[in-house]
């Protein structure tokens, strides 16, 4: 045991709901609320024993609708204490795994034991906005009304879909290429599905709320993934946004959910008699010209590797973020410098289970998303070591490789 090595001792999230789907109407912070009361009540951690919590959000504007410290609010209603300490960050799409670095830092500082990393969004709810001239009065011409979710840019520069697309093509990754990666990505969700690989009491947690009037909404499974698509299908839907080959087949969508981990050192886990899920080798944050997103996940992995002096042949599994199709297709031939049988070898233990193609991608969840995928399928596996990598915003990145040991 090195001095303040890190270990994940719970990981949990909700289902993923689709776009206006089941949780259309419930605010992020009571998703994260019930992702937090889950995540330490399964290995008996009081709120008291937390030191600190980070909180990733991506859709900004949806927590402002709770006006809008979204971390502080959804820790009380978890019930933890007052004094509880928590932040909120925003690193678009990275933001629980960045959420995670952050408690990991802190813990192998030495300021800290036990840090919990959350992630939520509720995209259904993410408000139109009216620009701040109408407050002050508009002396003549239309009013606009903005939807954040459109296009999903960021104003002055690309749509991310024609960023990818237009990248994927420049690697070499076609839209045939994209169209198959995100028909496996369904097919292996569905088949790990069909295995009991997301059921409840592992990564997934069942959501109940109850109505004032009528039944309670429940949830226990994933919304978003479509067993029935076909080749055929995804090669005949029109490209969205301008993109050149980015598809609603090929992406994710504007999904729902909310994500947890309970970070500690592993002296204290040891000293609470608590089992690992797993040991974090180390936890890094890249950024790169913006219009590189796809390709982002990619350098993270090097870097993380890196940083946690293990080779990509010692690895495992790996989980790169679906952003879209293009993201681990492009990510997998950095890494295998372009070499076709390296990265087919690449390919092939990229999102065994599937992706946020199929799973669904509620942004600032994610991340933590993909590393709970990623250790629990480790498990299931006897152990092993695995890397995680998601792209966020302007092409940000976050990356952590992990040792999972097997029962
Ligand atoms: C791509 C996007 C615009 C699609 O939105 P949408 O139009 O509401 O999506 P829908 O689910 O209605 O799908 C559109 C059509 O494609 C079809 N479709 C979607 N996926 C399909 C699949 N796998 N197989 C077959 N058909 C599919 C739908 O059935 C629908 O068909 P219809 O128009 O005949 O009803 C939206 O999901 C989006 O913006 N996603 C990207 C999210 C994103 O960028 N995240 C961050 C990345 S950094």
Redesign the pocket.
């Known amino acids: 045991m090195k001095k303040n090595d890190v270990v994940v001792v719970s990981a949990v999230r909700t289902p993923f709901g689709r776009?206006g789907g089941t949780l259309k109407d419930i605010p992020s912070i009571d998703l994260a609320a019930m992702v937090i009361r889950e995540v330490l009540q399964r290995v008996s951690i009081k709120g008291e024993e937390v030191e600190e919590t980070y909180y990733g959000t991506a859709v900004i504007g949806e927590a402002a609708l709770e006006t809008d410290v979204p971390a502080r609010q959804a820790t009380l209603k978890a019930g933890m204490p007052a004094d509880h300490i928590s932040v909120t960050l925003d690193r678009a799409?990275c933001s629980s795994l960045t959420a995670l670095r952050l408690g990991y830092r802190a813990i192998k500082a030495g300021e800290i034991d036990v840090a919990l990393a959350v992630g939520a969004d509720n995209m259904s709810r993410a408000p139109y906005v009216i620009p701040p001239d109408v407050r002050w009065g508009k002396r003549l011409g239309n009013i606009q009304i903005w939807d954040g979710?459109f296009e999903?840019g960021y104003k002055g520069f690309n749509p991310?879909?024609v960023d990818a697309g237009e990248v994927a093509l420049e690697y070499g990754i076609t839209r045939e290429d994209q169209d198959r990666w995100?028909y496996q990505s369904?097919m292996k969700y569905a088949k790990a599905f069909s295995e009991g690989k997301f059921k409840l009491g592992e990564e997934l947690m069942k959501v109940e709320i109850p109505m004032k009037k009528g039944p309670p909404i429940v949830l226990e499974k994933d919304e978003f993934p479509?067993p029935d698509?076909t080749l055929e299908?995804?090669s005949k839907?029109p490209t969205?946004y301008g993109s050149p080959t980015v598809?609603?087949?090929n992406?994710?969508?504007?999904d729902t959910g909310a994500t947890a981990v309970l970070i500690m050192s592993e002296k204290k886990a040891k000293g609470k008699g608590l089992k690992p899920l797993a040991k974090i080798l180390s936890s890094v944050a890249t950024a790169i010209t913006p219009r590189l997103?796809a390709a982002i996940p990619g350098f993270t992995i090097q870097k993380a590797l890196a940083n946690a002096s293990v080779a990509l042949n010692q690895i495992d599994l790996i989980e790169i973020n679906e952003?879209?199709a293009a993201m681990p297709l492009v990510s997998a031939k950095i890494l295998s410098n372009g070499d076709p049988e390296k990265m087919k070898s690449i390919l092939e233990k990229t999102n065994v289970n599937g992706g946020a193609i199929a799973i669904g991608?509620p942004?600032g969840a994610s991340g933590a998303r993909i590393l709970m995928t990623l250790i629990y399928e480790l498990k299931r596996r006897g152990g092993g070591m695995g890397v995680a990598s998601i792209?966020g915003?302007l092409a940000q990145g976050d990356g952590v490789v992990v040792q999972v040991n097997g029962e």
């Open positions: 776009f799409c979710l999903l991310v879909s995100a369904q479509k698509t299908k995804l839907l969205v598809t609603a087949g992406a994710p969508g504007l997103i952003a879209f991608h942004v792209c915003g």
